[in-house]
T-cell receptor
């Protein structure tokens, strides 16, 4: 079965420190991985996707098929990075829906 | 342009009552999803509409849940005889489906927070 695991429900770091949000997945096919972010009082939105190999707001994520991981990293965290982060795996089933992890609440302390 | 909108933003109801949640997708987006976000959980897929095709209802948790999409645009999620475990945030998302080479970005609405007393 398809599954996404985010082991940390809460993560706190100080401003300027590196941050890594962990995501592991299980999927028998060729995965498409995404990170979605939800800032306070805002709607859920796409942060980045692995196929684009992009860096958004200083965040990067590398797909490691050997370790089945897609960890989100940023070398220097900022206070505005505080948000809920969801790792997502797709597609799944005929609906091509995303399978989401349970999320990690990141708090960047001043 | 306008994003995905949902109404109401909050709904408090009594156990056993029926509720209707509405979603207006982005104009031109042919595919629409409903998800449920429970406290401490990820987003749980409920149902998917794509164009005029029959909806994929594989994620609906029980027959108390149903949804329809009229005219290929607005969608309504109905929960009959609500239970306390139905309390959650219900999210709607739409995508500009059609590109089979890559998965299209899902655009989410603000959600409806349902509380069943």
């Amino acid at each position: 079965a398809q599954r996404v695991t985010q082991p940390e429900k809460l993560l706190s770091v100080f401003k300027g420190a590196p941050v890594e949000l962990k995501c592991n997945y299980s999927y028998s096919g060729s995965p498409e991985l995404f990170w979605y972010v939800q800032y306070s009082r805002q709607r859920l939105q796409l942060l980045l996707r692995h196929i684009s190999r992009e860096s958004i707001k200083g965040f990067t994520a590398d797909l490691n098929k050997g370790e089945t991981s897609f960890h989100l990293k940023k070398p220097f965290a900022q206070e505005e990075d505080s948000a809920m982060y969801y790792c997502a795996l797709g597609p799944s089933g005929s609906a091509r829906q995303l399978t989401f992890g349970s999320g990690t609440q990141l708090t960047v302390l001043p | 342009g306008a994003g995905v909108s949902q109404s109401p933003s909050n709904k408090v109801t009594e156990k056993g009552k029926d509720v209707e949640l509405r979603c207006d997708p982005i104009s031109g987006h042919t595919a629409l999803y409903w998800y449920r976000q429970s406290l401490g959980q990820g987003l749980e897929f409920l149902i998917y509409f794509q164009g005029n095709s029959a909806p994929d209802k594989s994620g609906l948790p029980s027959d108390r849940f149903s949804a329809e999409r009229t005219g290929g645009s607005v969608s309504t999620l109905t929960i009959q005889r609500t239970q306390q475990e139905d309390s959650a945030v219900y999210l709607c998302a739409s995508i500009r489906a059609g590109d089979s080479r890559a998965y299209n970005e899902q655009f989410f609405g603000p959600g409806t927070r349902l509380t069943v007393l």
